[in-house]
Structure formats: C-alpha cells, structure tokens
C-alpha cells in the first residue's frame, strides 16, 4: 500500500474552495467550528500540502454506508480493519451507525490523511485511539472478521504491492471472513483519455477486479457497478466505481 505522493488539485479546483466545501459537508453532520478555524487550517495546508486532493474533496461523504454488504456488516459487526483507512471517513460513518467502537481498528501508512480528517471532524480526542500508523502491515493471521478497502486498489500502482496488499488482507481474515470495498473501474478496457497527473493509478475493468481478488485467493466475488461521482476526464461513459466483496474461504 503505497504512501500519498503530493499531487496537484484538478483543474478547476483549488485548496481553499475544496477546504470550505469540505468544512461546510462536516458542519452539516454536527461539528462546529470556532471562529477563525478556517483561516487556520487554510494556512496549515498551504503549506504542508495535501497529499492527495482526492481525499479533501470527498471527506464528508463516506461510501460504507451505501455499500451493497453495509446492512451485513451492520446485522453481524465483527472485528472490522479498514485498510488504508484515508481521512477515517468510513470509520465515522460505522460509529454513527453504533458499530462496536471496540471492534473498529483503522490503519494507514500515512498519517497525513488521518491528520486532516482530525482537523476537520475535530475528533482526535474521542476516536484517535482507532488508528494505527506504521509502515509495515501490523496484524496477525485471523485478526479480523471483515476488511474493508475504500479507494485504496486504484491508487496501487505497482503489480507486487497489489499482490502484497490482497495477501495481507487475505490473511488476516478469519476463515469465511469477507473483504468488501470500492474502487475505480472502466466499463470496457480501453484506456481512459486522460493525463493522470492527479487520478487513479490503476484503473481496472470487472473481469480485472476479479481476476485479482480470485487470484488471492478469495471466492464468491460479487462486484457491481455505478456511476462515477467525481469524474475529471473528458470521457465519462467509460469510468465507474466498483463495489465488490468477497469471502476467504472456509477452512483456509
């Protein structure tokens, strides 16, 4: 799992506009902010950066609780690891819908991510102990019920690091445990017309996707697609998003 590199915004778009239509998404979820916060946090990220503009202008609008296996994940809330966690977008979205706080581990190799949804949400006090930042996966065989993956696969350039991220993911589920997520996807293979200064590194089609999650080792993929929210190429008839899940078999 790659660290973010320093990427530019889209064109079109800009660090302060997104980081006011960012603060106004979170405000409408409850937090508040004091006077100033903005102008603050303004010059913070002026000049530390954003790895990954991605991340700032869609914070605040998690994608779990829309996920086709969400209402399982809900109706039996086992150990649950979100690998490469991001902003932590997802892990606030599972505690509003009273997911076991005790059962929610989030990691990431970046913790630049994790900082700027702690500045936004303003919550590092109540949930910072969630959230684990090292540079090497850190968990044992088994630890986990589910994993969840949220737009981590398209941002995975190298073959050996996907194949290492699936691994860890494969084995530290439990036997009939099951990886869900999303992903940016193509509808046929052809490649998107884009110069992917700023978007997914690697963009796959359905057959691709499932080739790599069998290819772990995992069975019973189901993978869906829908719209592209956030599409910043000229060709958006060809760009989706995938939802899949999938099961480490029993026994294994």
Sequence with gaps: MPAHQHLPFPQGTNLADELLAAMKRIAARGVTYPE??????????????IDYPHILMIIGQPRINTHFFYSRVLENPGRLLDYGCGTGDNVRQLL???FPKDNVTAFDICRGSIDLGFDLYRDREEIGGLFLVVDRFPFGAGSFDLVYSASVIHVITDDRELEEYLAHAYATLRPGGFLFGS???????????????????????????????????????KIISKPHPHTHTRDTKNQCIFEFCAEKPAGR
């Design 36 to 49: 100033g916060y903005y102008a603050e946090i303004l010059a913070k990220y002026t000049l530390a950066g």
């Design 96 to 98: 509003r819908d009273n």
């Design 183 to 221: 992903t940016a996807g193509k509808t046929h293979k052809e490649e998107l017309p884009s110069p992917r200064v700023w978007g997914p590194a690697r963009v796959l089609t359905e057959d691709e996707l499932a080739a790599v999650l069998t290819g772990a080792g995992f069975t019973d993929c």
